[in-house]
């Protein structure tokens, strides 16, 4: 009867094939067959798993802090390194923006169900309207054709604008769980393909102890 192979996320080296000596056997077979279906698995959880939930952590590198208007570059955020090679952000200014890409560690055809972002505000900030706060966004440049351009996109808001969880300076989370429902299918291939970034904002009041974003996790789950 038919069996099924049972992969493992490893890369099988080298593939076996029998000689034109060995007797027919289904043990060939099998040892070839395993061998292919493992390096698959592998490279699969190297990809981010299309097939099962995964999790994963931007770097902190790939976050770019962009201005709040046209002609004033002033980003407000820093890179920074706690002497011991912790690094994070630190927002020097009140209501400044950071841009967080997310393409890169997305995948086609799932549905992103979650995304955290640890910070730990430099100060206790009873309105949440005045707290660090993250959006999630998409936008498509409209080409008209090759070689004619088109129009500049229209960022779509996927969620509303989500605060710190509580007041205080501890550390503290925004999550985006609630704000996505029942999730966002990721569309990154073919013409309907988007670009999809996180924007985080440092708070509305600034005292002298400084905001600080200390990392984003993204969650996926199959469609």
Same mark, same amino acid.
């Given at each position: ?74 980003? /407000?955020? $820093?890179? *920074?390194?706690? !002497? ?10 009140? =209501?400044?923006?950071? @841009? ?82 029942? /999730?966002? $299918?990721? *569309?990154?291939? !073919? ?10 904002? =440092?708070?509305?009041? @600034? ?17």
């Amino acid at each position: 009867m038919p069996a099924n192979i049972t992969d493992v996320s490893t890369f099988t080296d080298p593939i076996v094939m029998p000689a034109d000596t060995d007797a027919a056997d289904l043990t060939y077979i099998e040892t070839a067959v395993q061998g292919l279906a493992n390096r698959t698995r592998a490279i699969a959880d190297l990809l981010g798993n299309v097939d099962a939930a995964n999790e994963r952590t931007i770097a902190l590198g790939d976050m770019r802090p962009i201005n709040s208007s046209s002609g004033v570059y002033d980003p /407000g955020w $820093t890179l *920074v390194t706690d !002497g011991t090679g912790y690094c994070y952000w630190v927002a020097e200014a009140l =209501s400044r923006w950071i @841009l967080v890409p997310l393409n890169a560690y997305l995948r086609h055809g799932q549905v992103l169900t979650n995304v955290r972002v640890m910070v730990k505000p430099g100060e206790s900030r009873a309105t949440a309207g005045d707290r660090m706060s993250a959006r999630l966004f998409s936008q498509q440049p409209a080409f008209v054709g090759v070689g004619i351009g088109g129009n500049p996109p229209t960022p779509t808001a996927i969620t509303a604008t989500v605060n710190e969880t509580a007041a205080g300076t501890a550390s503290n989370g925004i999550d985006l769980e609630s704000a996505l429902g029942a /999730g966002h $299918t990721v *569309v990154l291939e !073919g013409l309907a393909a988007v670009e999809y970034y996180l924007l985080i904002k =440092s708070g509305n009041t @600034l005292v002298g102890t400084l905001d600080a974003l200390h990392g984003v996790k993204i969650y996926q789950v199959p469609a």
